[in-house]
């Protein structure tokens, strides 16, 4: 395999899902591999994973391990909404533009309905005209609120904020859903206690992000309502999201919350975009498109200068307005990855000054 190791991607700021396994769910999942143990999530390391989300949420939530993202949400809002039902979300939301119609397809034909609000955060009072549209027969009811945090474009939800979402939801007999793929990212970020921009704020379910934030593989599904996890263990079954081999996605979480290895991956992927964000802020011609809160840097730069950047080899996304780039920092970016990069965009713009208009 070494001619693969040639292959290794160094200039990159693409995903946080393009890093690697962090030590601590690597040695987890190592630890779990000793020998026999039971399957389909019958055993101790399953069993120690949900008692230390419990912990780290101070409730008795539900919990349930699942493969990705995509089953996460599209389940957990599966397991909310009738068909006949509607999920609003926001128009950048995950579900709505990354899931392939997944939560759709789970629900069987639940609809989602988008709303718009500047930096991918909702709009109240959008949301509530949302809601409030229609409430005649031919439109789909509106059920589950969904908000996700850290949202797409990498700001957070204030616990204020949440808990002023969940009570409008509630007001009109929603239910709220969060999705956290980067969800430790906002908890480094807010510097509150999980619980305090979860259940204490009104959210009844979230999808737990492990991968970006350091493992493998798997997510979890955090039910703070248990009636709301009724029969959900059927619904990971039949969806092809119940892992015979369940310890080796249960580990990990053990290894990334016994230490706080999850908070410290976050902060120093946080950290790292604050690092990006302040080198960035002073070259002439990038403009940063939204607040940094979390792991990623938004900008806005001269097509000419992303194109001089992908031509040296760095790896980003680009999305949302000409030119605009997404670079997201991960537990394993470093503070040298950072410097790199930002000289490289400094070199693409003296580079091409003058050019591109
Ligand atoms: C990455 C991501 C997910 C999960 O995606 P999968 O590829 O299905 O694991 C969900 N929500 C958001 C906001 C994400 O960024």
Redesign the pocket.
Known sequence: MEDLDQKRIYNQFA?D?YAGICPEAWQAMQAANAGFASSYGDDLWTERACEQLRHVFETDCQVFFVF??????SLALASLCRSYHSVICHEL???ET??CGAPEFFSNGTKLLHVDGPGGKFDLAEVERAITRRSDIHYPRPKVLSL?QT??VGTVYTPDEIAAASALARRHGLRVHM?G??FANAVVSLDVAPAEITWRAGVDVL?L?G??NGMAVG?AVVFFDRELAYEFDYRCKQAGQLASKMRFISAPWIGMLENCAWLKNARHANDCASLLEQQLAGIDGVRLMYPRQANSVFVEMPEAVAAALRAAGWRFYSFIGSGGARFMCSWQTTEHDVLQLSEAVRLAVSGTSGGDA
């Open positions: 995903s899902n990705n993202g995509t089953a996460a949400n939301a995950h579900v990354d899931e996700t949202t797409e999705d793929a980067r999808c992000g991968a970006k997510e």
